[in-house]
């Protein structure tokens, strides 16, 4: 997948715990996507970050969720007190450009968390 | 809201034969993405198309964006069984400034042997 990593591929939290998942884009690349795919639908959107800016948070839940792509490291999604509907598939995409006509995205393996 | 049907959602066929699959939506897009998922993976680009009426190859398969850059196409030419997989087209608007996708629904293909 282009070099996009991401951990942990699969994550098993108690209800009411705290999740976070790591994103490292590909060399290069400073802008960061997070989508989720929950079970039977398709990709959605939640948050675009470039180095230490949030520049599009529209698709993101308004409570317990969070995320932050700090000027070292990776991109970090973080979800506070998880619930039963928190499980899903979490994909991070990175790509070269952003926010004009021309640009592609390339997506993680994914991490595949699992609230019990 | 933007919106990107996809169709046929599944499909079975025979290996050697052809096949389209169709990307549909009433929204215009500024580019449009197609990609495969094989399960448990991400999605793994396949091709960008970014002006109305561009058709582009990739081997046996052929992209084409709508002239209207509402829709598009997948045409797939005598099947492998390594094409197995979801397709999913994914589509970028001014309106956002491009930064997010919004995916379609993904058909689900399986070539047989």
């Known amino acids: 997948n282009a070099g996009v990593m991401q951990n942990p591929r699969h994550l098993v939290r108690r209800r009411g715990q705290e999740a976070r998942l790591r994103c490292s884009p590909m060399?290069?690349?400073?802008?960061v996507y997070w989508y989720r795919q929950l079970p039977e639908e398709g990709l959605k959107f939640m948050v675009y970050l470039q180095k230490e800016n949030i520049i599009d948070e529209s698709g993101m839940p308004k409570e317990r969720f969070s995320a932050e792509f700090p000027k070292e490291g990776p991109s970090i999604l973080r979800i506070q007190q998880v619930v039963r509907g928190d499980s899903a598939a979490y994909f991070c995409a990175s790509s070269l450009r952003g926010g004009g006509r021309h640009y592609e995205q390339y997506f993680g393996p994914g991490t595949r968390l699992t609230v019990t | 809201t933007q919106l990107l049907e996809q169709s046929p959602q599944f499909l079975s066929i025979q290996e050697g034969e052809n096949l389209t699959v169709y990307c549909n939506s009433s929204?215009?897009?500024?580019?449009l993405q197609w990609y495969r998922q094989e399960p448990g993976e991400g999605p793994v680009l396949l091709v960008t198309v970014v002006t109305g009426g561009e058709v582009k190859k990739l081997k046996r398969l052929t992209f084409q964006f709508g002239d209207a850059r509402k829709d598009s196409s997948l045409h797939i030419t005598a099947a492998q069984p390594g094409d197995t997989g979801l397709y999913l087209c994914a589509g970028a608007t001014k309106q956002t400034g491009a930064n997010n996708l919004f995916f379609g629904t993904g058909t689900r293909l399986t070539v047989i042997p």
């Open positions: 929204s215009v897009f500024s580019s």
């Open positions: 060399k290069g690349h400073s802008h």
